[in-house]
Structures are given as C-alpha cells and as structure tokens.
C-alpha cells in the first residue's frame, strides 16, 4: 500500500489545529475551576476545626452559675476565699452546701458569720468543705479524709457518699481546677460547735443539727 504523504501532512495539520482550539477553549474552564478549588482550600483552612463553647469554669465560677449555690458564693466571697479557690494551678475538691443547707443552720448563723468580724471564723467553716486535691465520688471510700481545716469522716451507703453527718446530693460537677459536690447540710468543725453555740445562745446539739 502507498502512503500519501502529501495527504497525511495535511490531516495531521487539520489534526493539530482542532486540537489546538479545543485547548484554547477548555483551558479558561478548567482555569476556573482550579481557581475555584484553590479558593475553597482556602477557606476549609480559615474553618475552626473541633472549636467548641463547652470550656468550663474554675470552682468560683462554675458555683456562680448555679443557682443552688448563691448563699455559698456569697460567703466564699465574705471570707476573702474567691481567689483561692480560682486559682487555676491548684486542685480541688469542694463539697458545697446548698442554700437549703445553709437554711437548716440554726436562725441567726449565717447571719453572724457573715458579719466582717467574723471573717475568720467563716474562713474556718468554710475550708472545712475543701480538700486539697481532685476527688471524684467514685474515689471516696469509708474512712476519713483530710480538708482544709481538719478532717472529715466518709461513708458509702446505697443512697450515696456521706461526708460527716451530710449526704452527698448531687457528685462530681466538674470545674477546671477541681471538682463540686453538693451536699445537704453545712460541714462544722467539732471545735467550733461549742463556740459558735455559745456566741448565739444555743444548744450545741442545735449546731449539729
């Protein structure tokens, strides 16, 4: 068979020229579309990945948006303890009576502990409702543990943690340097009682409570 070279010249010219059109016309296209893709890759890295609202508060903060907890609030803040237990490098372990605990002390209680003059009493009160460590309610077992200001008995019972003569009512409310677990009575120091019944004309049995 012969080949035409003159005819095969022409068609691969013809062959060439379309094909060269044809790239012309996608080329704008397909410039589009990557400018189009680079553009969405940069916005994808603008994106906040896994960013979240759920960062929780330290001990003061996340008892300040608790309704239970106003008349604690309100002392922590009378005692001069609000810093102490925000402190972000520290861990703690907080069991916080609620505003119906702080109702069942005897009338007049809270009132003369919140009075100035007796900061330091409140003080004392109040750091015997704090250890120095995270404690979750699974990690407490019968026993004692040691506070602030002295030690606390424990108890687990079918119906929960005990903690001295309160029951734990609500465990493990989690806070950035440490833990919150509301209880149902307010915590006093044996060697306080007697003072503090002698100071409002009552019976220590009454303190107790």
């Known amino acids: 068979m012969t080949i035409n070279f003159s005819t095969l010249s022409k ?3 013809v062959l060439t020229g379309v094909l060269g059109l044809g790239s012309l016309s996608i080329s704008p296209a397909l410039a589009d579309n ?8 940069a916005e994808m890295e603008q994106m906040p990945v896994g960013q979240t609202n759920t960062e929780v508060g330290n001990i003061v903060e996340v008892a300040s948006g608790n309704e239970t907890f106003s008349t604690l609030v309100k002392a922590v803040e009378a005692a001069g303890l609000g810093d102490t237990l925000s402190d972000s490098s520290a ?5 916080a009576p ?16 919140l009075q100035p003059e007796n900061q330091e009493v409140l003080q004392q009160v109040l750091s015997y409702h704090v250890l120095p460590e995270q404690v ?8 004692t543990v040691d506070s602030l200001n002295g030690g ?8 929960g943690v005990v903690i001295n003569n309160a029951s734990v009512i609500t465990p493990d409310i989690e ?12 915590l006093l120091p044996s060697d306080l009682q007697s003072s ?7 019976e220590e049995t009454e303190i107790y409570q």
Do not use: C, K, W
């Open 91 to 95: 861990s703690y372990t907080v069991f």
């Open 34 to 41: 990557h400018t189009d893709s680079m553009d969405s890759f």
């Open 98 to 113: 609620t505003d119906e605990a702080f109702n069942q002390l005897p009338e007049g209680t809270l009132e003369y502990l």
């Open 152 to 159: 606390l008995a424990t108890a687990v019972t079918d119906a």
């Open 136 to 143: 979750t309610a699974s990690e407490i077992s019968g026993g």
């Open 196 to 202: 503090l019944a002698s100071e409002l004309g009552i």
């Open 175 to 186: 806070a950035s340097n440490g833990v919150i677990h509301a209880v149902n009575r307010v």
């Open 11 to 13: 068609y691969l010219l």
